[in-house]
Structures are given as structure tokens and as C-alpha cells.
């Protein structure tokens, strides 16, 4: 017999359709080589960094407080507020503030000031605030200053001897 095909032989050829399916193999990535890698790249950057402090930091150490070394408290200087009567109407006064350049001209305006001096340091609103008056001014106006002073929530408020 021989391989070579007759006319009375049919040969049947198969399309892709119609063959039979073959096996389909998943494809997957073997991540066993790349987790090795990975640590033994860790390992190595654990091993060659070196820690240390960051420059710009220095180490210091201060002293402990003892029972010898006491602490000094800070002198607070008081505001001392002028009032001097410049004329005979009530409107006619004059406020200094001692160690200010800027005196303020009313009454509502000393309460602001005094409001600013409170907020520098040094200041706050146990500072001392005493009123003095010349010999001439009116009562009204050491009402005035004390109300601006209440404004401005001093609460060492007094009265001083005039200049």
C-alpha cells in the first residue's frame, strides 16, 4: 500500500475549528527569584546605612535646677499716667504716658493704647497702672483715666501722687 492518495481516496483536511483543542498551559510569573532579590537588596541597604545624627542638632545638657539656684523674678515697672488740666472747660486736658513717645489725646483712645501696651511683652494685665494728677485737674478726668484702664482689663489699678 502505498502513502501516495488515490482518486477514489478522500482526503479530509481539518480546518483550525475543527481540530481538536489543545491544552492551554497558564502562563505565571515565578516571583520566588524577585522576592530573594528583594530582600537580599533590604539586607544590604540595612547593613551599609549609617545612622547618624542629623547635622544642625546639637546635643546639649543644660543644668538641672538644685535647691541652690533660685529663680529671680522679673520687676514690673508700672504704666504711669499723667493727666494735667490745660484749661477751664472740662474738655481742656493732657494725658502722658511715661516712657511712651505717643500720648493719647482721649480718654477711649488711652483705653486702646493701654490695650496695645498689654499685648507687648513684659505687659499683661497684672502690670500696675497708676493714675497721678496734677494739683489743678478735675476729678472727671481720674474717672476717666480709671474707666480707660478698666476698658483695657488692668487689674492693678491705683493712685499715684501728682508730678
Known amino acids: 500500500m502505498s502513502n501516495t492518495p488515490t482518486s477514489t481516496d478522500t482526503i479530509h483536511f481539518r480546518t483550525r475549528r475543527q481540530r481538536a483543542p489543545r491544552e492551554q498551559t497558564a502562563l505565571t510569573l515565578n516571583l520566588a527569584p524577585m522576592v530573594d532579590v528583594v530582600f537580599l537588596l533590604l539586607i544590604f541597604f540595612i547593613v551599609t546605612t549609617e545612622f547618624r545624627r542629623p547635622e544642625g542638632l546639637l546635643a546639649s545638657r543644660l543644668p538641672t535646677q538644685s535647691g541652690q539656684a533660685s529663680a529671680v523674678a522679673i520687676p514690673i515697672s508700672p504704666i504711669l499716667i499723667t493727666v494735667r488740666q490745660t484749661g477751664d472747660q472740662p474738655s481742656d486736658y493732657q494725658l502722658e504716658v511715661e516712657g511712651f513717645t505717643t500720648a493719647p489725646r482721649t480718654f477711649s483712645d488711652l483705653a486702646g493704647f ?9 505687659f499683661d494685665d497684672k502690670t500696675p497702672v497708676v493714675i497721678r494728677a496734677a494739683d ?6 481720674l474717672v476717666g483715666c480709671w474707666n480707660a484702664a478698666v476698658r483695657a482689663k488692668f487689674k492693678r489699678i491705683s493712685f499715684g501722687q501728682g508730678s
Open 136 to 141: 489743678d485737674c478735675m476729678w472727671d478726668h
Open 114 to 122: 493701654l490695650t496695645e501696651i498689654k499685648d507687648n511683652p513684659g
